[in-house]
């Protein structure tokens, strides 16, 4: 199958981009390369095209109690204008998919879901859908811009009359962005502050272009996936197929906090009780490499010489200087403090489980 | 860019061989490839290896390579510097950066790598 891509994909090749295979897109991993991409994103600004990202607009008078069903976070508590992290769970508690829940109106909320699950998502919303809800497949018609850094923000204010200070995280506002009707959003995949804008993909190489001028005082950056993902690990936010997938359940995860049981029923909450009930044997957990090497997905993690647990993201914290990842360990090990084993090559490297997030931006 | 006296791989190795001693590093287009490069692995003095195996890793910040030994020989000497300054491969590949040198045991290997020429045109193919 032909690689899909982005109204982007010419300008990022114009740019020299390198172009990857990621779950079936072509896009951008890196521009200048993922140091100063990486750098450019915590001390500065940089620009991403996340137009993969895929979008579903649940509409009708039961629009709430559709997302309240499918998700395990709170929905009915989302103000006008507010979006929260969430995630869509199958019946036995293991993830379809994580995802973000914005409140456009009363009957009408949109959610962003990741680029490669979009179609599965849609097809798990429209098959538990037995309230009165539309629900649409909205990726076609939105293309995404990421701005994110400590800087973010009077770059994305040169290009819009909507007073954005006031704006808060994980709010949203729907307005205009430099004369396209846009949804300008407070969030973003990288622990700093920063904007997501979805505008109609007829927009998006003018409004690249335009926020690459408006941040040229600043020195913003495009910046790949490969930033994406340093950024987001040290971050400690779970990347669906890594930290999380159909056999993890959100308490493995320690995804605890997005979890609402109390909020009514939804799919999965049977299998969430039960397993709390149980007591989980596995967990999450965050870890620093000590000795010399680099832990890499899917490497395995030894206690003692045993097969413990395997890392599920793992790579170099360009902004803390040292080599990290997540993990999933038996329980007790899970605890931060704890001395583990990478195996590298066949060869075990010595690991230290950490407490996450790694990062924290200062406020 | 590509030196005359060395010799290539299709992996994007290079060997400069003076007096039965190569000198292994990878080419240029391979540290452009992996972007930056934050870790490399020598292989230890004395160690043996062998054409087409693996001898040394490099790592970028996404991911990392296994680095093929475009001869065969012992490693009479390793690149330490490399382990405190990685990007040293980046800035310097042909040169700085070689990774390490290795006595021929089969010095008609360096028949079988590419020229400057057909490496470049080999490139220009990809």
Redesign the interface.
Request: aromatic share 8%; glycine share 8%; no cysteine.
């Given at each position: 199958m032909a690689l899909l891509k982005t109204p982007l994909n010419a300008v990022h090749r114009s740019l020299g981009a390198k172009m990857v295979d990621f779950g079936g897109w072509d896009m951008p991993v890196e521009y200048r390369g993922v140091l100063d991409e990486h750098r450019a994103v915590r001390h500065g600004v940089g620009l991403f095209d996340v137009s993969h990202m895929g979008e579903i607009d649940v509409r009708g008078p039961q629009a709430l109690d559709l997302v309240q069903y499918v998700t395990v976070n709170d929905a009915s508590k989302l103000k006008l204008g507010q979006a929260q992290y969430s995630a869509l769970l199958y019946g036995h508690g293991g993830f379809v998919d994580d995802i973000l829940v914005h409140k456009v109106a009363d009957e009408h909320y949109f959610l962003c879901v990741n680029a490669s699950n979009q179609d599965k998502d849609y097809d798990h919303i429209v098959a538990n859908n037995r309230f009165a809800a539309t629900v649409e497949n909205a990726g076609p018609r939105f293309a995404q811009l990421a701005v994110q850094g400590p800087l973010a923000t009077g770059v994305v204010q040169k290009l819009t009359d909507i007073n954005l200070a006031p704006i808060k995280r994980y709010h949203f506002v729907d307005g205009h962005f430099s004369g396209a009707p846009a949804r300008i959003a407070r969030t973003g995949y990288t622990g700093e502050d920063g904007w997501e804008i979805y505008v109609a993909p007829e927009h998006a190489v003018r409004l690249w272009n335009e926020i690459l001028t408006a941040g040229k005082s600043v020195e913003i950056i495009p910046c790949g996936l490969g930033a994406r993902n340093t950024l987001r690990l040290e971050s400690a936010m779970p990347l669906y197929g890594h930290e999380i997938h159909a056999s993890i359940t959100p308490w493995e995860a320690g995804l605890d906090w997005i979890v609402k049981l109390d909020k009514g029923d939804f799919l999965g909450r049977e299998a969430l009780v039960k397993q709390k009930q149980q007591g989980i044997t596995r967990k999450l957990a965050g870890f620093e490499v000590k000795g010399r090497g680099i832990a890499r997905d899917g490497y395995e993690i030894l206690a003692n010489g045993v097969g413990s647990g395997w890392v599920t993201s793992g790579g170099p914290a360009p902004a803390l200087n040292k080599n990290i990842g997540m993990c999933f360990l038996p329980l007790p090990l899970s605890e931060p403090g704890n001395a583990i084993e990478i195996s590298v090559r066949g060869r075990g490297v010595e690991a230290v489980t950490i407490p996450m997030p790694f990062y924290k931006r200062a406020r | 860019m590509y030196p005359d006296n060395y010799r290539y791989t299709k992996e994007h190795e290079w060997v400069h061989v003076e007096n039965g001693i190569g000198t292994i590093g990878i080419t240029d287009h391979a540290q452009h490839?992996l972007?930056?490069i934050?870790?490399v692995e020598v292989p230890k003095v004395g160690t043996h290896v062998e054409q087409g195996k693996t001898f040394a890793?490099v790592?970028?910040?996404?991911?990392?390579s296994e680095i093929f030994a475009p001869v065969s020989g012992e490693v009479i000497e390793s690149n330490d510097v490399l382990?405190s300054t990685p990007e040293l491969l980046n800035s310097d590949a042909h040169s700085a950066g070689w990774i390490a040198k290795i006595k021929l045991s089969v010095p008609e290997e360096i028949d079988r790598l590419l020229s400057p020429t057909d490496y470049q045109a080999y490139l220009g193919e990809g």
């Open positions: - | 490839e972007g930056d934050v870790f890793v790592e970028s910040v996404k991911a990392a382990t």
